[in-house]
């Protein structure tokens, strides 16, 4: 517009020649009033050569909800959220909503609080993008918050595995789960140990099953180590691994607690995967950096955040009403923090005599 003014919608009615009322109907996807498509056409044409933008506060007063979707994560310092969140922050952004991100810092009182906030504040919808935990209190309160969004016309997704029946895009935890392992079973590994997350936590629980599978089917002994999900959990967790036995290969639940598993090693004077190998879940960015290159289950973060998105813009217009869970794939990626076991060779050569 001259004088560097922004177009309103005045401005696009008098263009398009007509009136306010209509220009209002065309522009908007969830009218329906009846408006030609020769008119609509018209209308959206002079809307794109202005570059006009709808007033998300007005729309949000007809629609009782504020154009604005949060983001729950466990941690936003965690580079599996942070991928996420850039995800879903790029397509809401193309659908003209705004986003928050909420960190609980997996504290049930704190994730209830936020809930609580947004409910209160009317947003649009909210993404889940951590796990459920399964704590009584916490289930019925979120039950309850849960309500109260939907009664205004907000929406749910979740991002990962919940006792709440929502609408969710998830990673196939448990494949994935069962396919690095499957992979340490092939190099020649017997004592295959999983440091995984709390056991509350409803994420942690489905990578434990597809772990649990592939080792029961191979008939091995399964070697079960609970962390936070953090860098620091997975050093800890690798530590007592070390002081109770002799794994020669150990399934992270999470990269992020991987590359503290691997820092212990170090510190240990082990070899990756020499003396033990490492595998992990995730491919957060930035592996690429680390050494020995980490193997792990490669999960599409950002375009599950996209997707978590687009489910929810289909909630909110009308287009999806199911609460089904849509699994999404995941990739093994051979690296180098896995290799046969030291005494793999040796095994095979008393064998052959």
């Given at each position: ?189 017997v004592r295959i140990a999983m440091i995984s997350g709390p056991k509350n936590l409803r994420t942690s629980r489905e990578r434990e099953h597809g772990y649990l599978e592939a080792i029961q089917t ?136």
């Open positions: 517009m001259r004088g560097g003014r922004l177009p309103i919608l005045s401005d696009v009615a008098q263009q398009a020649a007509v009136s306010l009322t209509t220009a209002s109907r065309a522009l908007d996807p969830d009218n329906d009033h009846p408006v030609s498509d020769r008119t609509r056409a018209r209308v959206q044409a002079v809307a794109a050569r202005l570059a006009y933008r709808p007033n998300p506060m007005a729309r949000a007063l007809r629609t009782r909800r504020v154009p604005t979707i949060a983001i729950v994560v466990h941690d936003v310092t965690d580079p599996y959220f942070a991928e996420i969140v850039r995800g879903a922050t790029a397509a809401a952004s193309a659908r003209g909503f705004l986003t928050v991100v909420c960190s609980s810092d997996r504290d049930s009182a704190t994730e209830l609080r936020y809930v609580e906030m947004l409910s209160l504040s009317r947003v649009s919808g909210v993404i889940f993008a951590g796990g459920g935990l399964d704590e009584e209190h916490y289930r019925r309160r979120m039950g309850g918050y849960a309500r109260s969004i939907a009664h205004y016309g907000g929406a749910i997704v979740a991002l990962a595995p919940r006792s709440e029946r929502w609408p969710a895009e998830m990673p196939d935890n448990r494949a994935g789960a069962r396919l690095v392992t499957q992979h340490l079973l092939a190099l020649g590994h191979a008939g091995a002994r399964p070697v079960l180590m609970r962390a936070d999900f953090t860098t620091v959990g997975g050093a800890a967790a690798m530590a007592r691994l070390l002081a109770e036995g002799s794994p020669s290969a150990v399934f992270v639940a999470s990269d992020t607690m991987a590359l503290g598993a691997l820092a212990e090693l170090r510190r240990q004077g082990l070899g990756v995967p020499e003396d033990v190998s490492v595998a992990g879940f995730d491919d957060i960015p930035g592996l690429e950096f680390v050494h020995p290159r980490l193997t792990t289950v490669h999960v599409p973060m950002a375009e599950l955040g996209a997707a978590g998105v687009h489910r929810l813009m289909r909630q909110l217009d009308g287009e999806d009403e199911s609460t089904t869970t849509q699994l999404h794939a995941v990739e093994l990626m051979v690296r180098e923090s896995t290799g046969k076991p030291r005494d793999y060779d040796r095994g095979r050569s008393s064998q052959i005599r």
